[in-house]
């Protein structure tokens, strides 16, 4: 059992008794680095019993575990307590209360280490299956304050990193083992605080919760912050048990996932998921601000300033930096070309968030109407809008296409990343460069989003020029992409401009976008709902029958949530409310197999003919943002509340309900016309809305 809690940029993983297991991935971590690499509690040199672990909140846990039998003290005399928060290191109590009939004497070890190991050594050896070596030399251990701190620290040419880790009592041994001598009269209790500070070359400081705080403030300042974000998301009420714990669940983890770090100047973005990317990813954190956008605009806006701050001014090949582009990937830390087999930071390596960025754009002026950010973001709008026409189109042909030119970095540059996910239906891989069908729904969006700004900014000329381009290029998308054999679209056109012609939930993508001709629309909704796409709880990355299928790999027949989130969207776009339905349905039956009702990042293809459950992709990731991000966005579209400046002409956005839930109700959901009650019900006469507005 592993154990994981975070707050903003810091996060710790541990066992289920509170330890922190040498050599594997285990650890405090804070901004990409390792701080605390091994910690473990021993009495008389054993390990104590488990009873019971979990964590309190997103950013606590608390672990009960109790004695062996000892010299001096008899089997489950002890009880053991480790409470810890983290927030800028991490502060533990850990309180021992003897329930035995005589005195217990023992003797308490804490054991300590630091590797400062970035976390992609890490996660790259947690992958291959190898132990993670400790740092061999540059690390001192000194001790200071009569054994009650104790400091590891590293320091290069560059950098320094430390580990200093304070105690409330002074041990009686002292070092990287520090033994305590214990002993309790019956009913008596033994208290220890330790702060674990996480400092770098900037740091002075102390963590957010530590040994001098008393409780109410230890919880309440990051509770305040959590708390102020869970209070703000719309109320939901449903008569579905599953769609209730599941929107609880996703309003907690998209707070805990709201992180802020020192390099994004205290905004609040998006982090991609805990633990392994508490990172601001460039498309990760817009897809998910567009899955929320209803709930929680202001985040929205606050991951476009972010984005804005760090987006390519320069062409640089090493990071596939360009003028105007988004960036892909921002990492914390000493994260250099000294890393080998990872670029320079940040990465520009993603072909989709720039895109991405204007849509979410354009939506959420769409929504609030409201022009001032916006306007301040205008050139970083128009710098992504060239990048889009001109370095974004490698060969003049009017779709956005990718290669990787560096020796390190992604070969795929969607959202399937891996280096097999884009394969001809026969199993060959296609060459670069690379026009994913997706992406040039996301370019025309884009357009018709920016378009609509401008047009509110007194532009008129340059929007009517936008939109005639995206006119022309859906009419190219629709002739060039699309496999009559098939009858759907092909996943990309490759380097020599052949359609790769494999199903792939890429092109139920496009429907989100609206680029579809409506003559076209209707058969790919159908093929989306047929048994080789639909497992019964999602359809599939790649349909079943492909020369490459495989439901547990990673992009090439698996199911993940955010992909039919956005594919749901854009059936209810089309007005294809009936496979809507179906596709919610199968959605809400896998969230309710789901531990905590929580989705995954992805689970396995298996259908509903071979597993009588979703089969668990081994490594998925959870909380995930777009994952969580699927929740919000299910809501918002049963309920007919997505209105983009991309609605294919006619669009109505009507409500619907799956099977199972006859009734949904959100108060304080952010509409077009402000913040309103909208409420849905199953009648006799047929779904029925009704919108109150709200203050």
């Known amino acids: 059992m592993r154990l994981v809690i975070n707050e903003d940029t810091t996060f710790l993983i541990c066992d289920e008794v509170g330890d922190v297991p040498r050599g594997a991935d285990f650890g405090l971590y804070y901004e990409d680095t390792r701080f605390l690499s091994a910690y473990s509690l021993r009495l008389d040199g054993r390990a104590p019993v488990f009873l019971s672990a979990r964590p309190t909140d997103s950013f606590s846990a608390a672990h009960f575990l109790t004695n062996p039998a000892l010299p001096g003290a008899g089997a489950a005399w002890l009880g053991i307590v480790r409470r810890r928060q983290v927030g800028r290191g991490l502060h533990e109590d850990i309180d021992i209360t003897n329930y035995g009939p005589d005195e217990a004497r023992f003797s ?51 950098f320094v990193r430390r580990l200093v880790v304070n105690l409330s009592e002074r041990p009686d041994r002292v070092g990287p083992r520090c033994r305590f001598k214990v002993s309790l009269r019956p009913r008596g209790r033994w208290h220890l605080g330790i702060d674990f500070l996480t400092l770098d070359e900037r740091d002075q400081g102390e963590p957010v919760y530590t040994c001098r705080s008393g409780p109410t403030f230890i919880l309440g300042e990051r509770l305040r912050r959590h708390q102020e974000l869970v209070e703000r998301a719309p109320r939901l009420e449903t008569d579905s048990y599953v769609l209730q714990q599941a929107y609880g669940r ?138 889009v026409e001109r370095f974004g189109d490698r060969d003049g042909d009017g779709y956005l296409e990718y290669i990787r030119e560096g020796r390190v970095g992604l070969a795929n540059q969607g959202w399937k990343d891996s280096g097999d996910s884009v394969r001809f239906a026969d199993g060959r ?58 009858r759907f679209f092909a ?150 509340l997505r209105a983009d400046p991309w609605d294919p002409p006619g669009a109505a956005q009507e409500p619907f309900l799956p099977a199972g839930v006859n009734r949904v109700a959100l108060s304080g959901i952010w509409t077009r016309q402000g913040k309103a009650r909208v409420e849905v019900e199953r009648t006799p006469a047929g779904i029925r809305r009704r919108v109150l507005p709200e203050g």
């Not at 976008?513 to 909704?525: F, N």
Request: net charge neutral; glycine share 10%.
């Open 108 to 158: 308490l070890e804490l054991g300590f280490d630091a590797d400062f190991a970035h976390i992609f050594n890490v996660k790259g050896r947690r992958e291959s299956g190898r132990p993670v070596p400790r740092r061999r030399g540059g690390i001192r251990l000194s001790l200071t304050e009569g054994g009650r701190s104790l400091r590891f620290e590293l320091r290069r040419p560059t």
């Open 491 to 640: 996943e990309a056109l490759d380097g020599r401009k052949d359609r790769v012609d494999s199903l792939t939930s890429n092109g139920g993508q496009v429907l989100w976008t609206g680029i579809v001709e409506r003559s076209l629309a209707g058969e790919v909704a159908r093929r989306l709902l047929e048994p080789e796409f639909f497992s019964g709880w999602g359809v599939r990355t790649m349909a079943a029958g492909e020369g490459a299928y495989n439901p547990v790999s990673y992009h090439n027949g698996s199911v993940w949530p955010h992909d039919n989130s956005l594919i749901l969207a854009g059936l209810a776009r089309y007005g294809f409310y009936d496979e809507a339905a179906t596709l919610a349905a199968g959605l809400l039956e896998a969230l309710g197999a789901q531990p905590e009702f929580r989705f995954p990042e992805l689970f396995a293809g298996y259908g509903r003919d071979e597993a009588p459950f979703p089969v668990e992709y081994p490594t998925a990731c959870r909380p995930q943002a777009w994952a969580t991000g699927s929740v919000f966005l299910l809501l918002s579209t049963m309920l007919g």
């Open 250 to 387: 996703a309003v907690h983890d998209f707070a805990a996932l709201c992180v802020r770090g020192e390099e994004v100047a205290g905004e609040t973005v998006i982090a991609a998921g805990i633990p392994w990317f508490v990172a601001l990813f460039g498309r990760d954190s817009l897809i998910t601000a567009y899955q929320t956008l209803n709930f929680f605009p202001e985040v929205a806006g606050e991951v476009l300033r972010t984005l804005a701050r760090h987006q390519g001014t320069r062409i640089d090949r090493r990071r596939a930096e360009e003028p105007g582009k988004i960036l892909h990937e921002y990492r914390y830390g000493v994260t250099t070309a000294a890393h080998r087999g990872f670029p320079p930071y940040p990465y520009y390596g993603s072909v989709d968030a720039t895109p991405l960025f204007l849509m979410v754009a354009g939506s959420l002026f769409r929504l609030t109407g409201n022009p001032e950010l916006l306007r301040a973001l205008r050139p970083n709008l128009l710098a992504a809008l060239e990048w």
């Open 429 to 486: 891989l296609a060459e670069p460069p690379i026009a994913l069908c997706e992406v040039q729904g996301y370019a025309y969006a884009a357009r018709l989003g920016l378009a609509e700004i401008l047009e509110a900014l007194g532009e008129a000329e340059a929007a009517a020029r936008l939109r005639a381009a995206a006119a022309e290029l859906k009419a190219r998308f629709n002739r060039d992409f699309w496999l009559e054999n098939r």
